[in-house]
């Protein structure tokens, strides 16, 4: 079963940062956080990925809180072409499961 | 990284036949794990496919159904037998090491069984 809570959907404006949150209150000490990302029906993107520190790549940063138990991914200043399902995954190291997602949608 | 072909890209079938799809990895890769995403849901793990070994089914998803076979670290295929409407899904093969790096998706199998 997937090991993490995300809101169904979100709109944010073009040009303005997108906080997408995740909530993983069972994660285990060894477990990663994860953000994948699926446009129309594309195979999923990776995003970026973390364990207690904050990431930050060319796409996005990933914030996680001290106790590990929620997360937040932003993208910095979102685009037309960052409208897609964003997976928040807790991954350990025999698979990786993904939840519901959250459908962030980017409006002009 | 990784660098995944998946074929078909699609396919119609008529029930009660079978779809073998294939994954060819350009290295050589220990895990590999098959996905089903159903109609408007998300990624679900069908099995984890390591070379040299059986392959572990998730629940719900039981061999017969969908045979596996991993010859090498670069190629396996996936077996979706006896179709029926409700097998209409696309079928995804990723590889790589979770926990330690990240996972490479193939682009898909687009299943629709009439």
């Known amino acids: 079963d997937a090991k993490t809570t995300q809101p169904p959907s979100m709109d944010c404006a073009e040009g303005r940062a997108a906080n997408l949150p995740c909530n993983h209150s069972t994660i285990s000490g060894n477990e990663y956080v994860y953000w994948y990302r699926q446009i129309h029906s594309q195979g999923p993107q990776y995003i970026i990925h973390?364990?207690?520190n904050n990431e930050t790549n060319e796409m996005a940063s990933l914030i996680i809180t001290e106790d590990r138990k929620s997360s937040t991914l932003i993208l910095p200043h979102a685009t037309l072409r960052d409208t897609a399902v964003y997976y928040c995954i807790v991954s350990g190291y025999n698979d990786m499961r993904f939840g519901a997602g959250t459908r962030l949608t980017v409006k002009p | 990284s990784a660098v995944i072909s998946q074929k078909p890209s699609r396919d119609i079938c008529q029930r009660g036949t079978s779809l073998t799809i294939q994954c060819q990895v350009d290295s050589q890769v220990t895990m590999m794990f098959w996905y089903r995403q159903q109609p408007g849901q998300s990624l679900t793990l069908i099995a984890t496919a390591n070379q040299g070994s059986e392959a572990t089914y998730e629940s719900g998803f039981v061999i017969d159904k969908f045979p596996i076979s991993r010859p090498n670290l670069t190629f396996s295929t996936l077996t979706v037998s006896n179709l029926s409407p409700e097998d209409s899904s696309i079928y995804l093969c990723?590889?790589?090491?979770?926990?330690?790096?990240?996972?490479?998706f193939g682009s898909g199998t687009q299943l629709s069984v009439l």
């Open positions: 990723s590889v790589g090491r979770p926990g330690r790096e990240k996972l490479f």
């Open positions: 973390g364990l207690k």
